[in-house]
T-cell receptor, first 114, second 116 residues
Framework: AQSVTQLDSQVPVFEEAPVELRCNYS??????LFWYVQYPNQGLQLLLK??????LVKSINGFEAEFNKSQTSFHLRKPSVHISDTAEYFC????????????FGGGTRLMVKP | NAGVTQTPKFQVLKTGQSMTLQCAQD?????MYWYRQDPGMGLRLIYY???????DKGEVPNGYNVSRLNKREFSLRLESAAPSQTSVYFC???????????????FGPGTRLTVL
């Protein structure tokens, strides 16, 4: 079975600083990769996803993630964060060998300070 | 469009009580899902419905039942609530089922359930 590890449960960072949220998964065979964001008191929203093609994927609000098959990682980065980026971020993996069921990591709470 | 809506937003139950969580979507999606979210564990799939009239177990189905009432609505029932079911419950929907697509799942705002 797939497992997803988000190494940092909380990441405090100052506004305009760069940030990296780490995600590792257990198997690189036939997977799709996702990052979801959850703002306070809201449901999850898809931030970006990797299905195939270019290993670097980008969101409309400046986040990007790179699929690294050899390291089984899908880290999320942003060069300059805003207060409004404060949220919980979940990495998820969809295993094609398990009916595409999504397996989520435990989440990383990004706290952007002024 | 309201997207995915869930009722109630909050609920407190005593052990052994029953309740039904309601979910509705107005995006004409075929597939719907119920997840639970526990601290440090991310979301885990309880049940899903690939299409109207079908339901299947997910990763953690024990203690729950579901009903796909029609294309719009998918309810989750706890027959005899236990403290281990204290969690935040999310409903989601997608245009096509996850088994055959990577369609984005759209999530509702969640129901925070406490079982005493």
């Amino acid at each position: 079975a797939q497992s997803v590890t988000q190494l940092d449960s909380q990441v405090p960072v100052f506004e305009e600083a760069p940030v990296e949220l780490r995600c590792n998964y257990s198997s690189s065979v036939s997977v799709y990769l996702f990052w979801y964001v959850q703002y306070p008191n809201q449901g999850l929203q898809l931030l970006l996803k990797y299905l195939s093609g270019s290993t670097l994927v980008k969101s409309i609000n400046g986040f990007e993630a790179e699929f690294n098959k050899s390291q089984t990682s899908f880290h999320l980065r942003k060069p300059s964060v805003h207060i409004s980026d404060t949220a919980e971020y979940f990495c998820a993996v969809s295993d094609q060998n398990a009916g595409n069921m999504l397996t989520f990591g435990g989440g990383t709470r990004l706290m952007v300070k002024p | 469009n309201a997207g995915v809506t869930q009722t109630p937003k909050f609920q407190v139950l005593k052990t052994g009580q029953s309740m039904t969580l309601q979910c509705a979507q107005d995006m004409n999606h075929n597939s719907m899902y119920w997840y639970r979210q526990d601290p440090g564990m991310g979301l885990r799939l309880i049940y899903y419905s690939a299409s109207e009239g079908t339901t299947d177990k997910g990763e953690v189905p024990n203690g729950y039942n579901v009903s796909r009432l029609n294309k719009r609505e998918f309810s989750l029932r706890l027959e005899s609530a236990a403290p281990s079911q204290t969690s935040v419950y999310f409903c989601a929907s997608s245009e096509r089922p996850m088994m055959v697509s990577t369609d984005t799942q759209y999530f509702g705002p969640g129901t925070r359930l406490t079982v005493l």
